[in-house]
Nanobody, 115 residues
Framework: QVQLAESGGGLVQAGGSLRLSCAAS?????MGWYRQAPGKQREWVAE???????KYADFVKGRFTASRDNRNNTAFLQMNSLKPEDTAVYYC????????????WGQGIQVTVSS
């Protein structure tokens, strides 16, 4: 059973930065991030494959940076120039390296950006 453990969330002032981490119990094909704000649907944020391909949602391009440390099976999301609308629960999401149909989710971590 794959375990995903998020950390690094919290409260920050608008314009500030936070760095999220997602530690996995094994090597995975892709590791990425979703977020969900109250009253809104969950939306995709970014992802990194094991080969280093990185993709971002348009609303975070130029502000967020996704990365991955395969040695430690950990994904990161560096969030800069944070805005109040970035406030949400952020979820780590991953796909199995052996079977792309196997999807794993973290428990979610709160990010709150004050105005």
């Amino acid at each position: 059973q794959v375990q995903l453990a998020e950390s690094g969330g919290g409260l920050v002032q608008a314009g500030g930065s936070l760095r999220l981490s997602c530690a996995a119990s094994m090597t995975l094909y892709s590791m990425g991030w979703y977020r969900q704000a109250p009253g809104k649907q969950r939306e995709w944020v970014a992802e990194v494959t094991s080969g280093g391909t990185i993709k971002y949602a348009d609303f975070v391009k130029g502000r967020f940076t996704a990365s991955r440390d395969n040695r430690n099976n950990t994904a990161f999301l560096q969030m800069n120039s944070l805005k109040p609308e970035d406030t949400a629960v952020y979820y780590c999401r991953a796909r199995s390296r052996l079977n792309q149909n196997d999807v794993f989710w973290g428990q979610g971590i709160q990010v709150t950006v004050s105005s």
